[in-house]
């Protein structure tokens, strides 16, 4: 029985030129030529022995070792090998070392808190910093504010450029300054890699919340209405930070409760089941949340008779 050792060993389906990256799926082969008898193969990532499916070539030319797996962020610049030897003749190897992009694991916007509880008027806030984990290459870093109308601007004066040390990349950033404008808007920091046709990104959103009293949407502020004829008017107010509460004053200064008769309040709805000449004047409601409260006023005309009552201010 005659034993000869193997001529070569090659690896094939990884190249510099592939870009790799994270949750790839990356599939190589491992070719050993030659031997009497055939050698065996092994794979290893690193130091780790892999699970690899062999193959010997039917007419005895050469084995081959085929090896899948998903790369993951962990395997950058691990080494790749296959390990091939016939009987006791040395062992021949052949490897490549990976690299792999990813985006990072981790970003945040550090004193994000900060951003849920801005006051109008301020600037004196200072610089704000989004910082995330290591990625590969260096993830260029960009942030983008999202107004309610949902379009993007730029205004957000930040640095040129990301800061890259000791695996972590930040930016910072200053805001424009705070005025209701801003109160809902979107925060994004932006993390980009150029890498292929279509870029990598990975996003995190903070909302801006702008503490302020309440405002009322409109409303028509007067109302005619024949006497023993329902009303029903509903107001509605946007404030931060929330709740509202809504009180009601009749014209003659009284404060409006829900009553077994004829009123009915909820919030920022008044109803009156049966409008009598004594409701007519101006009514008033005020609005209040931790920040402060607004008041706004109605006039409530009744109609009687063919007559006009008014009540004069």
Known sequence: FFVDDATSIEMHGVTKDKIIKA??????????????????????????LMRSEYISEARGKYALSRVEFIASAFDNNLPLICKGQVANFPERTASFTLNVVFLPAEMRIINSSILSNLSVGSDNLGEFECRTSISNPQAKLTIIRQSNDGIKHSDIASNIRSIYTN??????????????????????????????????????????????????HDFHAFADVKENQPFNITLEASAYPMPITYTWYHPSGRQLFTDQSRIFINQGQ?????????????????????????????TLNVLCMYLFFFKVT
């Open 23 to 48: 949750g790839d799926t990356i599939i190589a082969e491992c070719t050993l030529t030659g031997g009497n008898p055939l050698g065996k193969i092994n794979w290893f990532k690193g130091n780790e």
């Open 167 to 216: 695996g972590i990349n930040s930016i910072k950033f200053m805001l424009p300054r705070i005025d209701l404008s801003l109160h809902g808007n979107l925060l994004t920091c932006e993390a980009t890699l150029d890498i292929d046709t279509t870029p990598l990104t990975k996003q995190v959103t903070y909302v801006l919340n702008v503490n302020h009293k309440p405002h009322f």
């Open 270 to 298: 008044l109803s009156l089941t049966s409008v009598q000449k004594s409701d007519l004047g101006i009514y008033r409601c005020i609005a209040t949340n931790t920040y402060g409260h607004t008041e706004v006023n109605f």
